[in-house]
């Protein structure tokens, strides 16, 4: 009797591990990299958030292109947690980004950013489809006609939807940029999750797809129809990310996709000079609407655009930014480019905000590249 109750022990013993090891094998098969993406962030911001740096790799103040160099890296000894990388220019077929920096060379550091374990966000400022002229950059000029930020025209989404005379063009401008979100593999070939945020800050006027220039059903048409064309070609490894600027007015809403189309609920908000108090208001109360909307739709937040140009208050990380972002489930704060000396949003070499941000840095709750391994 004791002998048969000890075999069917046994069985029943080897069963529950064969169907653990069955469940186990299932569940990595049946998580995409994007679905990997999202628990990895999701875990990230139980520890804290995240701080991001768009353009890092590439330039910095007073220097461009030496391999292994970042502003941040040389402040605070490490890299961002996050680095923002810019298509602006793909529609168009160009070499290099409305930025100026080559296809090839964004396509090497977004890959180098997943190697290292970090993560990666990518943003596009298509060109005007109705004003732009084929081959036209915008270097060395600042949104001159035809760029993402033509507002000449108030009916640019309408024109390239579907029955729209802009419609076959824009769908070869998805096309191109589809082929470089396809290349963007590993050395083993498999596809890299990363986060897209493409017609950010729609409640502001400033560019073609903004406020004031199509209806909430046109936009989220546009987003739908770039995000069906997008996908179409890809594994799942791409999180949506819907950005509108801070102030918005409630309506901005009406805009917003649906939970079942974005993954990442985000706020741009930039402090104006001398314009603190404002700041901070307007930042905690859009921030509550927005980690609203993020919690009825368990979606993931973020602050995916911020920052004070050329940062004159060296105090401001630890003193004014840093509180705003501890009340809320952030997974990431993002400030934007090191451009040159007359625009810059991260601390470098010797400017004075350094020791502030160095401070914020060392906070437990602010992460940066190594903690993400740790
Ligand atoms: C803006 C500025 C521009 C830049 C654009 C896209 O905020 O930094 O100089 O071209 O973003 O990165």
Redesign the pocket.
Known sequence: MKRSIFLILCVALTLCAQAKRNSNLASTKKHTPAQQLTKRLQRLQKRGVMFGH??DPFYGLGWRYEEGRSDVRDVAGDYPAVMGF?L?GIEMGDKK???SVSFTKIREEILAQVKRGGIVTI?W?PRNPMTTIAGGG?AGQ??PKG??WDVSEKAVVSSVLPGGEKYALFQTWLSRLTTFLQSLRDEQGQAVPFIFRPWHENSGGWFWWGRGLCSAEEYKTLWNMTQDYVTRSLPDNILWSWSPNYGFEPDVLDTYPGHDRVDIIGLDAYQQRNGEQQFVSQLQKDLATLSRLAREGKRLLALT?CGYQNIPDPTWWTRVLLPQLKPWPLCYFLV??N?DRR?YFAPALGTPDADSFREMVKDKRVLMLKDLTK
């Open positions: 768009q353009d810019e602006g980004s409305l930025d943003s400022h915008n600042r949104y760029s993402a655009e934007w480019r451009a625009q």
